[in-house]
């Protein structure tokens, strides 16, 4: 059983950095960086604007504890296969507060030309790669996983190749104290005309205020079609932060679906380019919230090439006091032409008290594009309801049904058919135990 080995509660981030050297963790240039960017900026506040609609303060009050070495705490098998895609006929890399568990990942045959396993045994040749997509970010929290992270998956998928099954990356955080945090780094590289479906979720064992703090990167191929969906049920008193950095290739294919439904605060920042013509991108989100949750997605698609289209279609269902965030920026550069782009955010409140906070942007410079953005922010349609009630139907199940169909609108564009019909059972069965529908 390994010791639990993270930093004194009083700790600092730069106090914190040093027990890294003292653990035996090669101090690169990128962890450097990354302390020193941190340093210069610390946490975001309500007064930067790509934060002005989440306080973080929470965090920043948290005791700064990243998880260093794994955990003490034994999780068996069973505890996973009955979490959600714990059915799901996969590979998978089991994630235990941030460290790679190899007795609990499971990863079968895949073609010679693929690479599934984490990334801490393959660093040692990535080191100019990793942190090449993310390093113009601003997020300091980014700044904080460049020199922090501990592990995280590596998938590498050669040209022309395919994943023989879905690759599932599953991270549990089980850590007891408030503050533990687990810092958490993804390289996905897919070659030409690569195929292959990537299932990321992120699920709890303990109620402590966690920190769950993730940096994929993803560089997808000319012509390659890679479908990633991401699945958040952390516990209610936790907080993830996440960035997805992504650079498409030629005639790429690529679709993005984040369900959160976990989470005191959840962020998931999107930096996606187009960088080659003929580029389709999907950016798919579903965040249903109760009590005092928030979820915030923020993403900027950058249009660098001509002839590439990319859709956002982003839903809300809140309840109680919470809160949802939605800030879509599109730009389309100079010479970016033909560019097709549509960005959508529906928020559905089911009470007084809850709050849709959206901003849809459109920043053009061409002129021979098609761009459309729009949001809507309102309680359930009472026609529609009446129109049920015709029907036969009692009020909680026209409810009931207005609701799924709304979360349904995003769920029926994953295209892998076990995730998502599990998906959609799972988001059925959370509308009628949380949401007084009966």
């Not at 975001?44 to 003490?72: C, H, I, M, S, Y």
């Not at 960088?275 to 923020?298: F, K, S, T, W």
């Not at 309840?319 to 970016?336: E, T, W, Y």
Request: aromatic share 6%; charged share 20%; glycine share 8%.
């Amino acid at each position: 059983m390994s010791t639990v080995a993270t930093t004194d509660p009083a700790t600092t981030p730069v106090e914190a950095f040093a027990q890294l050297e003292q653990n035996g963790v090669e101090l690169m240039p990128l962890r450097k960086a990354g302390l020193a960017r941190f340093s210069e900026s610390s946490y975001p506040t309500l007064r930067d604007e790509d934060w002005r609609f989440t306080n973080v303060k929470p965090v920043a009050e948290l005791p700064f504890q990243p998880v260093l070495v794994p955990l003490g705490q034994a999780i068996g098998q069973e505890q996973l296969t009955s979490k959600t895609f714990g059915q799901l006929d996969a590979d998978r890399l089991v994630f235990v507060d941030g460290h790679f568990n190899a007795n609990l990942s499971q990863i079968g045959n895949q073609p010679s030309g693929v690479t599934v396993t984490h990334l801490a045994s393959g660093l040692a040749g990535l080191e100019r790669e990793v942190g090449s997509l993310s390093g113009g970010d601003d997020n300091p929290f980014v700044a904080l996983n460049d020199a922090f992270f501990t592990d995280g998956a590596l998938i590498q998928i050669g040209d022309g190749q395919r994943l023989a099954k879905p690759v599932h990356l599953l991270f549990v955080t089980t850590a007891g104290e408030d503050g533990e945090a687990a810092h958490i780094r993804n390289w996905i590289d897919a070659g030409a005309n690569a195929h292959g479906t990537i299932i990321e979720s992120h699920l709890s064992l303990g109620k402590a205020a966690t920190v769950t703090n993730v940096v994929t990167e993803s560089r997808i191929g000319d012509g390659a079609n890679i479908e990633h969906i991401k699945f958040q049920d952390l516990s209610k008193r936790a907080f993830h932060l996440a960035s997805l950095h992504s650079e498409l290739g030629r005639d790429a294919r690529y679709a993005f679906h984040s369900v959160a439904l976990g989470a005191r605060l959840s962020r998931n920042n999107l930096r996606l380019r187009l960088a080659q013509p003929g580029i389709e991108c999907v950016l798919n989100g579903l965040y249903m919230l109760r009590g005092q949750q928030l979820a915030d997605h923020h993403m900027i698609v950058e249009h660098a090439a001509p002839r590439c289209d990319s859709h956002e279609y982003f839903n809300g269902i809140l309840d109680d006091q919470s809160r949802g965030v939605f800030h879509g920026r599109i730009l389309v550069q100079p010479g970016a032409q033909k560019t097709d782009a549509k960005q959508t955010n529906k928020n559905l409140l089911l009470c007084d008290d809850a709050t849709a906070n959206t901003k849809p942007q459109l920043e053009i410079y061409a002129d021979d594009v098609k761009c459309t953005h729009g949001a809507t922010i309102g309680a359930m349609d009472d026609d529609s309801i009446f129109y049920l009630r015709t029907r036969g139907l009692d009020a909680p199940t026209a409810r009931r049904m207005l609701m799924h169909g709304f979360a349904g609108e995003i769920i029926e564009r994953i295209r892998h058919d076990a995730v998502r019909e599990e998906l959609d059972a799972l988001v059925w069965d959370r509308l009628e135990a949380e949401h007084q529908l009966h």
